[in-house]
């Protein structure tokens, strides 16, 4: 499939390219386009067949539901029940990096919903993506722009490597702002499905009470069954191996210096932990950014997963950082992409190495 490749401005969208991208969607196309986000891989909430081409261009399980985008509260209103409580707050609060699970209002294709009788949905601050939401005068049901399980592209250059050939077309503008996707809350029991660039400190404060978080909240593997169904599979892993260091750097130096023929890994991890492991172990470093910064560290941290692939060792480790604010979204993205590979001691992270084939 030929894909068309469309440069768009962020701040000032050149309309007649807004509008090609729109017509793109309407006749049932598939596009590929920013968000303050991540990027969305888009289509036509209402239009089967293309939805269903979004399942194939990303390799998704078909149970896994799409976060439908709208340009308004009243195009939200329209497809959705907004519960009335929740009116004046969402109001003040769109557009912004928030997704919210309601009852669904109108017909949705099952590709959409899943079959579910629910829907998320989210109005993103994104002069690109609301301009084609607005142009194209539908609903876009657009998840986010990776085949299924693989880190998320935050960039459209990482869209043209992951979609290239496989979509009708894609807007390639700046990197996205927060580079990690939106957050997800039910609003109908208040829970904090997925959490994302919109904290849930911030949700305390503007809703006036505090989110329900659950295992799922932290990406930790959970017995129920998943509320939000996409919860249930691995996701942002890249092909190489990556174990999670749950603990302070200093014991994860101590336990890694107590491995005999320990194998060669990277590791990812904050700029002081970066300097301290290349001192101390001699290892190559992908740094994320400095602690104080964590909201630039989730934003690098897609792009740390799809780098991590590019050094050709069997192993990357990542450390763990503090579950405030941003970081309960950092965490979760962290867990779901090592597989729940985590290791505290010399002992578990020997019974990973030996379990992955790594040591004898
Ligand atoms: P993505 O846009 O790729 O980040 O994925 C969207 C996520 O939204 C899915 O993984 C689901 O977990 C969640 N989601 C979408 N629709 C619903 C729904 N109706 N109920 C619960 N979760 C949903
Ligand atoms: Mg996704």
Do not use: E, N, W, Y
């Given at each position: 499939m030929d894909t068309k490749i469309l440069k768009i401005d962020t701040v000032e969208p050149q309309q007649s390219r807004i509008k090609e991208a729109a017509r793109i969607v309407k006749s049932g196309g598939i596009v590929v386009f920013p968000t303050e986000t991540v990027y969305g891989i888009g289509a036509n909430a209402f239009d089967a067949k293309a939805c269903a081409n979004i399942f194939k261009a990303k390799g998704r399980p078909s149970d896994n539901p799409l976060i439908v985008t709208v340009c308004s509260l009243e195009q939200a209103e329209e497809i959705a029940e907004i519960p009335s409580q929740y009116i004046d707050t969402i109001k003040k609060l769109w557009p912004s990096p928030i997704t919210f699970i309601v009852k669904a209002k109108a017909k949705f294709p099952k590709e959409v919903t899943a079959?579910?009788?629910t829907i998320a949905?989210?109005?993103?601050?994104?002069?690109?993506a609301l301009s084609l939401i607005k142009e194209a005068g539908v609903?876009?049901?657009a998840p986010s722009a990776n085949p299924s399980k693989k880190p998320t592209a935050t960039s459209g250059s990482q869209c043209i490597k992951y979609f290239g050939g496989k979509v009708d077309c894609i807007i390639d503008s700046d990197e996205a702002f927060f580079g990690i996707e939106s957050t997800?809350?039910?609003?109908?029991?208040?829970t904090l499905l997925r959490p994302g660039p919109f904290t849930q400190e911030e949700l305390k404060k503007v809703f006036g009470k505090e989110p329900t978080?659950?295992?799922t909240t932290k990406?930790?593997?959970?017995e129920e069954i998943a509320i939000s169904p996409g919860t249930k599979y691995a996701h942002y892993a890249p092909d190489t191996l990556l174990f999670l260091f749950e603990g302070k750097i200093g014991e994860m130096l101590d336990t890694i210096a107590q491995i005999e023929n320990m194998p060669h890994f990277v590791f990812i991890g904050s700029s002081e932990s970066c300097k301290l492991a290349s001192e101390e172990l001699g290892c190559s470093t992908i740094d994320l950014g400095k602690r104080s910064e964590p909201f630039k560290i989730a934003k690098n941290l897609y792009?740390?997963?799809?780098m991590l692939d590019s050094f050709k060792v069997k192993l990357g480790i990542i450390e763990a950082f503090d579950e405030n604010g941003i970081g309960l979204a950092i965490m979760n993205r962290i867990r779901k992409a090592s597989s729940h590979s985590s290791f505290s001691d010399s002992e578990g992270l020997l019974?990973?190495?030996?379990a992955e084939g790594l040591k004898s």
């Open positions: 079959g579910l009788d949905i989210r109005m993103p601050a994104h002069p690109v609903p876009i049901a997800i809350l039910d609003l109908r029991t208040f978080i659950t295992k990406g930790k593997q959970s792009d740390s997963l799809i019974t990973l190495l030996i």
